[in-house]
T-cell receptor, first 113, second 115 residues
Framework: DAKTTQPPSMDCAEGRAANLPCNHS???????VYWYRQIHSQGPQYIIH???NNETNEMASLIITEDRKSSTLILPHATLRDTAVYYC??????????????FGGGTRLMVKP | AAGVIQSPRHLIKEKRETATLKCYPI?????VYWYQQGPGQDPQFLIS???????DKGSIPDRFSAQQFSDYHSELNMSSLELGDSALYFC??????????????FGNGTRLTVT
């Protein structure tokens, strides 16, 4: 799976949008971009994923550049409970149901009052 | 909505003992993954199962084994425990072939402490 690069840490003011970037310049055509977060010692929580189109759900928006070499996760109105480590992961989605996620690095987002 | 259930939540064992962790996937999910997360580290993939067969293997020690049962629950068996096995162990599940790009959903983990 393609490697991703994320800033190690970011701060965001409560109530403001948090924009978390991710570089995946070696992504291939059949790899999806997934975002997870992990609040201290809890299980990783799925946020959103996409292939090439922008996606939005109740938690966040995912913006993928046209060349698919980078993406941005947007939390529109960050709250203190959004403080967590955010992982951007690219993964091939194939039918034999292997498809494990490889976690690496991530961005530690600190939301401040 | 039903989530992935892991038991026990906490487990304390002594060196050289054995431990069994259990994972109950989301209903109708036939694929299970096990991860280990040491202190201050990212989750590391151990092993996965699809339709009761092992599908991928990661950095799982030979002292560990796992299986998936007919009801799709999975157990991770750990023998000759070492201090370094102290970690959080997460299980995740997803639909298998029917949901190739479906995300994995994680349980809240078992915290294993080896003394």
């Amino acid at each position: 799976d393609a490697k991703t690069t994320q800033p190690p840490s970011m701060d965001c003011a409560e109530g403001r949008a948090a924009n978390l970037p991710c570089n995946h310049s070696t992504i291939s055509g059949n790899e999806y971009v997934y975002w997870y977060r992990q609040i201290h010692s809890q299980g990783p929580q799925y946020i959103i994923h996409g292939l090439k189109n922008n996606e939005t759900n109740e938690m966040a928006s995912l913006i993928i550049t046209e060349d698919r070499k980078s993406s941005t996760l947007i939390l529109p109105h960050a709250t203190l409970r959004d403080t967590a480590v955010y992982y951007c992961i690219v993964r091939v989605a194939i039918d034999n149901a292997g498809n494990m996620l490889t976690f690496g690095g991530g961005t530690r987002l600190m939301v401040k009052p | 909505a039903a989530g992935v259930i892991q038991s026990p939540r906490h487990l304390i064992k002594e060196k050289r003992e054995t431990a069994t962790l259990k994972c109950y996937p989301i209903p109708r999910h036939d694929t299970v993954y096990w991860y280990q997360q040491g202190p201050g580290q990212d989750p590391q993939f151990l092993i996965s199962f699809y339709e009761k067969m092992q599908s991928d293997k990661g950095s799982i020690p030979d002292r560990f084994s796992a299986q998936q049962f007919s009801d799709y629950h999975s157990e991770l068996n750990m023998s000759s425990l070492e201090l370094g096995d102290s970690a959080l162990y997460f299980c995740a599940s997803k639909p298998g072939a029917a949901g190739a790009n479906s995300p994995l959903h994680f349980g809240n983990g078992t915290r294993l402490t080896v003394t």
